[in-house]
């Protein structure tokens, strides 16, 4: 279970945990992330299959532009979902939600981790919720909500903020009763940021809030991914992209990686590692 997770400040003594998405959700922006029932079920068991060491469901799309949904909506898209999961795996469970109505019903199916784009803000009971069931609490950096934050996104002074910003609401958690090891960060890569700012929050990741906490990077197949390569590319065709992006994260101290192509996204941590270790070996 997630609460097995033992995270080292260092990113080149550990290999970060893959993070594998299924969007229970009919707009979410990389179509083949969507699963409604018995289809999100299916991919997230061949996530499972290719490596995931965690399945994030998320029921409420929030790409740049979306619109939120009801606390109901978004149960009856999830638990089928979980249902059909916990028949065939005990892998651990992340939840992409800001209500603690949904993270409560998740959390009857065996959910152990609440990913709140939000970081605890929008629903005042969802941390205590979070602290009375030693849930791990993931805080998102975003500026404003979908549907606004890129009219006036972050740029170069873009680390401070998001930096503060993270300190703060890991104040508030920890006030709630959420035990450190409980916390992990995410800068909220193309939440309300330019191309400069996400890159900044790329390469400086495993500096927020000083290295304490374990950092989740969520750059899969984003346009700041296709930016990178000058041609803008659509969604299907930024896997080089993103992997490359992950890869400098993870030298940065990224720790979990949120990805929708476990596979590929396995096996480059694991030559990672291996030129890590050749590297290691040589200077020894």
């Known amino acids: 279970m997630a609460e097995d997770f033992c995270f080292r400040a260092s990113a080149s003594s550990y290999t970060p945990k893959i993070m594998g998405i299924v969007n ?3 707009d979410s922006f990389w179509q083949e992330s969507r699963g409604l029932g018995h289809q999100g079920a299916e991919l997230a068991l061949q996530l499972v ?7 994030d469901l998320g029921a409420e799309s929030s790409r740049p532009g979306s619109q939120y949904v009801e606390a109901e909506e978004e149960i ?3 638990i089928p979902v979980i249902e059909e999961i916990r028949r065939h795996s005990s892998v651990p469970l992340s939840i992409d939600t800001r209500k603690k109505a949904v993270m409560e019903a998740a959390w009857q199916q065996g959910a152990s981790i609440v990913n709140d784009i939000s970081a605890l803000e929008d629903d005042p009971e969802l941390g205590a919720f979070a602290a009375d069931k030693g849930l791990t609490v993931i805080l998102m950096h975003k500026q404003g909500i979908p549907s606004t934050m890129q009219h006036n996104p972050l740029g170069s002074t873009a680390f401070a903020q998001v930096d503060a910003y993270l300190q703060q609401r890991v104040r508030v958690a920890l006030s709630l009763g959420i035990e450190s ?3 992990w960060l995410d800068p909220g890569i193309c939440f309300g940021k330019n191309f400069q700012a996400n890159r900044i929050l790329v390469t400086e990741c495993g500096k927020l809030c000083g290295g304490k906490y374990p950092v989740v990077m969520g750059v899969s197949r984003k346009s700041f991914v296709a930016q990178m390569t000058g041609r803008n590319p659509p969604p299907e065709d930024r896997l080089a992209g993103t992997l490359a992006t992950n890869m400098v994260a993870v030298m940065a ?5 949120r990805v ?3 596979a590929a996204t396995r096996d480059m941590l694991l030559v990672l590692e291996n030129l890590k270790s050749e590297r290691i070996g040589s200077i020894s």
């Open 24 to 26: 229970a959700t009919p």
């Open 49 to 55: 299959e290719e490596g995931a060491d965690i399945l």
């Open 76 to 78: 009856r898209r999830l």
């Open 181 to 183: 090891d409980k916390i």
């Open 253 to 257: 101290g990224a720790s979990i990686l």
């Open 260 to 262: 929708h192509d476990v």
